[in-house]
Protein backbone atom coordinates (compact mmCIF):
# COMPACT_ATOMS: atom_id res chain seq x y z
CA UNK A 1 0.00 0.00 0.00
CA UNK A 2 1.57 3.29 -0.84
CA UNK A 3 0.86 6.62 1.45
CA UNK A 4 -1.79 7.46 3.16
CA UNK A 5 -0.94 11.38 1.99
CA UNK A 6 0.79 12.61 -1.04
CA UNK A 7 1.86 15.99 -1.81
CA UNK A 8 2.85 16.44 -5.36
CA UNK A 9 4.68 20.36 -6.52
CA UNK A 10 2.33 22.10 -3.85
CA UNK A 11 2.22 25.92 -4.30
CA UNK A 12 0.48 28.66 -2.60
CA UNK A 13 0.34 32.24 -3.75
CA UNK A 14 -1.88 34.84 -2.07
CA UNK A 15 -3.82 36.91 -3.66
CA UNK A 16 -0.94 39.86 -2.35
CA UNK A 17 1.17 38.14 -4.11
CA UNK A 18 2.77 36.28 -0.74
CA UNK A 19 3.88 32.96 -2.23
CA UNK A 20 3.39 30.71 1.20
CA UNK A 21 4.35 27.16 -0.02
CA UNK A 22 7.20 26.50 -2.76
CA UNK A 23 6.73 23.15 -4.87
CA UNK A 24 6.33 21.13 -1.69
CA UNK A 25 6.84 17.54 -2.07
CA UNK A 26 5.91 15.51 0.86
CA UNK A 27 4.67 11.63 1.23
CA UNK A 28 3.32 10.74 4.74
CA UNK A 29 2.85 7.10 5.42
CA UNK A 30 0.45 5.06 7.38
CA UNK A 31 0.53 4.66 10.84
CA UNK A 32 3.26 7.21 11.56
CA UNK A 33 3.89 10.37 13.45
CA UNK A 34 5.23 12.50 11.50
CA UNK A 35 6.46 16.24 13.06
CA UNK A 36 6.26 19.08 10.98
CA UNK A 37 8.63 21.61 11.98
CA UNK A 38 9.36 25.21 11.69
CA UNK A 39 9.16 28.47 12.26
CA UNK A 40 6.08 32.04 12.87
CA UNK A 41 5.33 31.89 8.70
CA UNK A 42 7.37 28.87 7.52
CA UNK A 43 3.98 27.49 5.58
CA UNK A 44 2.89 24.92 8.14
CA UNK A 45 -0.38 25.57 9.04
CA UNK A 46 -1.36 26.42 5.30
CA UNK A 47 0.27 23.48 4.47
CA UNK A 48 -2.28 21.96 6.83
CA UNK A 49 -5.09 23.99 5.96
CA UNK A 50 -4.95 22.58 2.28
CA UNK A 51 -4.82 19.09 2.73
CA UNK A 52 -7.84 19.43 4.78
CA UNK A 53 -9.49 21.26 2.21
CA UNK A 54 -10.40 24.90 4.15
CA UNK A 55 -7.81 26.67 1.88
CA UNK A 56 -7.40 26.27 -1.40
CA UNK A 57 -4.11 25.17 -3.42
CA UNK A 58 -2.53 27.69 -6.37
CA UNK A 59 -0.66 24.46 -8.04
CA UNK A 60 -0.18 20.70 -7.42
CA UNK A 61 -2.63 17.89 -6.12
CA UNK A 62 -2.75 16.41 -2.94
CA UNK A 63 -4.14 12.76 -2.19
CA UNK A 64 -5.53 11.75 1.40
CA UNK A 65 -6.12 7.63 1.66
CA UNK A 66 -5.86 7.46 -2.19
CA UNK A 67 -8.57 10.26 -2.67
CA UNK A 68 -7.93 13.36 -4.44
CA UNK A 69 -9.22 15.90 -1.97
CA UNK A 70 -10.62 18.31 -4.91
CA UNK A 71 -12.32 16.35 -7.31
CA UNK A 72 -13.31 13.43 -4.56
CA UNK A 73 -13.17 15.71 -1.57
CA UNK A 74 -16.15 14.53 0.45
CA UNK A 75 -14.09 10.82 0.99
CA UNK A 76 -10.77 12.75 0.99
CA UNK A 77 -12.11 14.88 4.12
CA UNK A 78 -14.13 12.01 5.59
CA UNK A 79 -10.32 10.71 6.41
CA UNK A 80 -9.13 13.11 8.04
CA UNK A 81 -9.80 14.55 11.46
CA UNK A 82 -7.82 18.31 12.22
CA UNK A 83 -7.62 19.91 15.86
CA UNK A 84 -6.39 23.61 14.77
CA UNK A 85 -4.27 25.34 16.66
CA UNK A 86 -6.85 27.83 17.54
CA UNK A 87 -10.25 27.16 19.99
CA UNK A 88 -13.31 27.19 18.58
CA UNK A 89 -16.08 25.89 20.03
CA UNK A 90 -20.11 26.70 20.38
CA UNK A 91 -19.60 27.83 24.61
CA UNK A 92 -23.51 27.00 25.42
CA UNK A 93 -23.32 23.33 24.07
CA UNK A 94 -22.44 20.55 26.15
CA UNK A 95 -19.26 17.93 25.45
CA UNK A 96 -21.31 15.52 24.58
CA UNK A 97 -23.86 17.69 21.85
CA UNK A 98 -20.96 19.18 20.71
CA UNK A 99 -18.72 16.02 19.36
CA UNK A 100 -22.13 13.96 18.30
CA UNK A 101 -22.96 16.70 15.89
CA UNK A 102 -19.35 16.92 14.45
CA UNK A 103 -19.70 13.14 14.04
CA UNK A 104 -22.86 14.03 12.25
CA UNK A 105 -21.67 16.62 9.85
CA UNK A 106 -19.59 14.17 8.38
CA UNK A 107 -22.79 11.92 7.68
CA UNK A 108 -21.53 9.42 9.88
CA UNK A 109 -25.05 7.79 11.75
CA UNK A 110 -25.43 8.31 15.35
CA UNK A 111 -22.72 6.21 17.34
CA UNK A 112 -23.20 6.81 21.38
CA UNK A 113 -20.61 3.58 21.94
CA UNK A 114 -17.97 5.46 19.61
CA UNK A 115 -18.43 8.92 21.31
CA UNK A 116 -18.19 7.39 24.74
CA UNK A 117 -15.47 5.65 23.65
CA UNK A 118 -13.71 8.80 22.75
CA UNK A 119 -14.63 11.06 25.59
CA UNK A 120 -13.00 8.24 28.04
CA UNK A 121 -9.57 7.96 26.13
CA UNK A 122 -9.62 12.15 26.47
CA UNK A 123 -10.47 11.63 30.32
CA UNK A 124 -13.64 13.35 29.20
CA UNK A 125 -16.73 11.22 30.79
CA UNK A 126 -18.04 12.88 33.55
CA UNK A 127 -17.56 16.35 31.78
CA UNK A 128 -20.18 14.83 29.38
CA UNK A 129 -22.84 17.36 30.39
CA UNK A 130 -21.07 20.14 31.52
CA UNK A 131 -21.12 23.40 29.12
CA UNK A 132 -17.86 24.33 27.20
CA UNK A 133 -17.78 27.45 28.88
CA UNK A 134 -17.85 26.06 32.28
CA UNK A 135 -14.19 24.11 31.34
CA UNK A 136 -10.71 25.10 31.56
CA UNK A 137 -8.17 25.78 28.39
CA UNK A 138 -6.88 22.56 28.58
CA UNK A 139 -10.18 20.61 28.55
CA UNK A 140 -11.73 22.78 25.83
CA UNK A 141 -8.39 21.51 23.73
CA UNK A 142 -9.64 17.54 24.62
CA UNK A 143 -13.37 18.58 23.17
CA UNK A 144 -11.56 19.87 20.31
CA UNK A 145 -9.61 16.79 19.67
CA UNK A 146 -12.73 14.64 20.76
CA UNK A 147 -14.29 16.46 17.41
CA UNK A 148 -12.04 15.94 15.28
CA UNK A 149 -12.02 12.05 16.36
CA UNK A 150 -15.73 11.36 16.32
CA UNK A 151 -16.15 10.53 12.45
CA UNK A 152 -13.35 7.80 13.13
CA UNK A 153 -10.52 9.33 10.81
CA UNK A 154 -7.24 7.75 9.35
CA UNK A 155 -5.53 10.48 9.35
CA UNK A 156 -5.15 13.06 12.77
CA UNK A 157 -3.55 16.62 12.10
CA UNK A 158 -2.80 18.02 15.40
CA UNK A 159 -1.68 22.07 14.78
CA UNK A 160 0.21 22.98 18.23
CA UNK A 161 -2.11 20.54 20.30
CA UNK A 162 -0.57 21.47 23.73
CA UNK A 163 -0.20 25.37 23.03
CA UNK A 164 -0.95 27.16 26.49
CA UNK A 165 -1.57 23.57 27.42
CA UNK A 166 0.14 22.96 31.14
CA UNK A 167 3.20 19.92 31.30
CA UNK A 168 0.44 17.25 32.98
CA UNK A 169 -2.05 17.72 30.14
CA UNK A 170 0.47 17.79 27.86
CA UNK A 171 1.67 14.18 29.09
CA UNK A 172 -1.61 12.83 29.23
CA UNK A 173 -1.92 13.48 25.20
CA UNK A 174 1.43 11.98 24.28
CA UNK A 175 0.16 8.85 25.53
CA UNK A 176 -3.07 9.39 23.78
CA UNK A 177 -1.16 10.15 20.70
CA UNK A 178 0.40 7.11 21.32
CA UNK A 179 -2.82 5.18 21.62
CA UNK A 180 -4.31 6.06 18.44
CA UNK A 181 -0.93 4.94 16.47
CA UNK A 182 -1.35 1.90 18.00
CA UNK A 183 -5.14 1.53 16.45
CA UNK A 184 -3.79 2.10 13.26
CA UNK A 185 -4.12 6.47 13.08
CA UNK A 186 -1.53 8.02 11.15
CA UNK A 187 -0.85 11.58 13.04
CA UNK A 188 0.78 14.54 11.35
CA UNK A 189 2.15 17.22 14.64
CA UNK A 190 3.10 20.22 13.98
CA UNK A 191 4.81 22.42 17.55
CA UNK A 192 6.45 24.82 18.87
CA UNK A 193 7.84 22.68 21.33
CA UNK A 194 11.06 20.41 19.71
CA UNK A 195 11.15 18.08 22.80
CA UNK A 196 7.47 17.12 21.83
CA UNK A 197 8.82 15.93 18.00
CA UNK A 198 11.90 14.35 19.69
CA UNK A 199 9.76 12.51 22.07
CA UNK A 200 7.19 11.18 19.91
CA UNK A 201 7.82 11.02 16.11
CA UNK A 202 8.49 8.98 13.73
CA UNK A 203 10.01 10.99 10.99
CA UNK A 204 10.73 14.83 10.98
CA UNK A 205 9.92 17.20 8.39
CA UNK A 206 11.88 20.99 8.62
CA UNK A 207 9.55 23.61 6.52
CA UNK A 208 11.47 27.10 6.19
CA UNK A 209 10.12 30.38 3.89
CA UNK A 210 7.30 28.00 2.33
CA UNK A 211 9.73 25.02 1.20
CA UNK A 212 10.24 21.46 3.02
CA UNK A 213 14.29 22.05 3.95
CA UNK A 214 14.82 18.41 4.93
CA UNK A 215 12.53 15.11 5.73
CA UNK A 216 14.53 12.53 7.49
CA UNK A 217 13.38 9.17 10.16
CA UNK A 218 14.28 10.78 13.42
CA UNK A 219 16.78 8.99 15.02
CA UNK A 220 18.79 9.28 11.56
CA UNK A 221 18.48 12.65 11.60
CA UNK A 222 19.96 12.85 15.57
CA UNK A 223 22.85 10.80 14.18
CA UNK A 224 23.83 12.30 10.80
CA UNK A 225 23.15 16.25 12.04
CA UNK A 226 23.83 15.68 15.88
CA UNK A 227 26.69 16.39 17.75
CA UNK A 228 28.39 14.93 21.17
CA UNK A 229 30.10 17.23 23.75
CA UNK A 230 32.81 15.59 25.86
CA UNK A 231 33.51 17.87 28.67
CA UNK A 232 37.12 17.03 30.79
CA UNK A 233 37.87 18.66 33.93
CA UNK A 234 42.13 19.08 34.37
CA UNK A 235 43.57 18.62 37.32
CA UNK A 236 45.95 21.48 36.46
CA UNK A 237 44.77 24.11 34.15
CA UNK A 238 46.47 25.12 30.98
CA UNK A 239 47.57 27.84 29.52
CA UNK A 240 47.32 27.08 25.87
CA UNK A 241 45.53 23.89 23.60
CA UNK A 242 47.55 20.58 23.94
CA UNK A 243 49.19 19.72 20.50
CA UNK A 244 47.69 16.77 19.97
CA UNK A 245 47.12 14.81 16.28
CA UNK A 246 43.06 14.87 17.87
CA UNK A 247 43.10 18.46 18.02
CA UNK A 248 40.10 19.17 15.79
CA UNK A 249 37.40 19.15 17.69
CA UNK A 250 38.84 20.29 20.66
CA UNK A 251 39.02 23.83 22.85
CA UNK A 252 40.06 25.03 25.62
CA UNK A 253 37.95 26.81 28.29
CA UNK A 254 38.73 30.60 29.09
CA UNK A 255 40.11 29.69 32.20
CA UNK A 256 42.08 26.92 30.95
CA UNK A 257 40.32 24.57 33.53
CA UNK A 258 38.27 22.37 30.61
CA UNK A 259 38.97 21.08 27.70
CA UNK A 260 36.02 20.40 25.85
CA UNK A 261 35.97 17.84 22.48
CA UNK A 262 32.80 18.36 20.14
CA UNK A 263 32.12 15.26 17.62
CA UNK A 264 30.26 13.24 15.74
CA UNK A 265 28.12 10.92 16.94
CA UNK A 266 29.32 8.33 14.18
CA UNK A 267 32.57 6.60 14.93
CA UNK A 268 32.70 8.11 18.48
CA UNK A 269 35.03 5.72 20.07
CA UNK A 270 38.63 5.73 18.44
CA UNK A 271 38.02 9.48 18.67
CA UNK A 272 37.56 9.49 22.42
CA UNK A 273 40.38 6.96 22.75
CA UNK A 274 42.96 8.61 20.63
CA UNK A 275 42.20 12.00 22.62
CA UNK A 276 42.92 10.59 26.14
CA UNK A 277 45.54 8.09 25.16
CA UNK A 278 47.86 11.29 23.49
CA UNK A 279 46.85 13.65 26.41
CA UNK A 280 48.07 10.76 28.98
CA UNK A 281 51.09 10.97 27.19
CA UNK A 282 51.19 14.53 27.49
CA UNK A 283 51.53 13.75 31.09
CA UNK A 284 47.68 15.76 31.14
CA UNK A 285 45.80 14.39 33.83
CA UNK A 286 41.68 14.94 34.38
CA UNK A 287 39.63 14.59 38.07
CA UNK A 288 36.02 14.29 35.92
CA UNK A 289 34.61 14.07 32.70
CA UNK A 290 30.38 14.70 31.02
CA UNK A 291 29.23 14.20 27.81
CA UNK A 292 26.52 15.84 26.27
CA UNK A 293 24.29 15.52 23.12
CA UNK A 294 23.09 18.27 21.20
CA UNK A 295 19.14 17.91 20.38
CA UNK A 296 16.82 17.92 18.28
CA UNK A 297 16.22 21.88 19.04
CA UNK A 298 19.48 22.68 18.29
CA UNK A 299 19.61 20.58 15.29
CA UNK A 300 16.53 22.43 14.17
CA UNK A 301 17.84 25.82 15.03
CA UNK A 302 21.18 24.71 12.80
CA UNK A 303 19.38 24.09 9.73
CA UNK A 304 17.03 27.12 9.84
CA UNK A 305 19.96 29.43 10.61
CA UNK A 306 21.38 27.43 7.61
CA UNK A 307 18.68 27.90 5.27
CA UNK A 308 18.36 31.54 6.09
Given at each position: ?36 L ?13 I?G ?10 A ?42 G ?19 K ?110 L ?70
Amino acid sequence: MGPIIEVKELSKIYSSGYQALKNINLDIQRGEIFALLGPNGAGKTTLISIICGIVNASSGTVFADGHDIVSDYRAARSRIGLVPQELSTDAFETVWATVTFSRGLFGKPPSPAHIEKVLRALSLWDKKDAKLIELSGGMKRRVMIAKALSHEPRILFLDEPTAGVDVELRRDMWEMVRGLRADGVTIILTTHYIEEAEEMADRIGVISSGEIILIEEKNQLMQKLGKKELTLQLQEPLTELPRISSAEGLKLSDDGTELIYTFSTVAEQTSIARLLRELAEQGIEFKDLKTRESSLEEIFVSLVGTKA
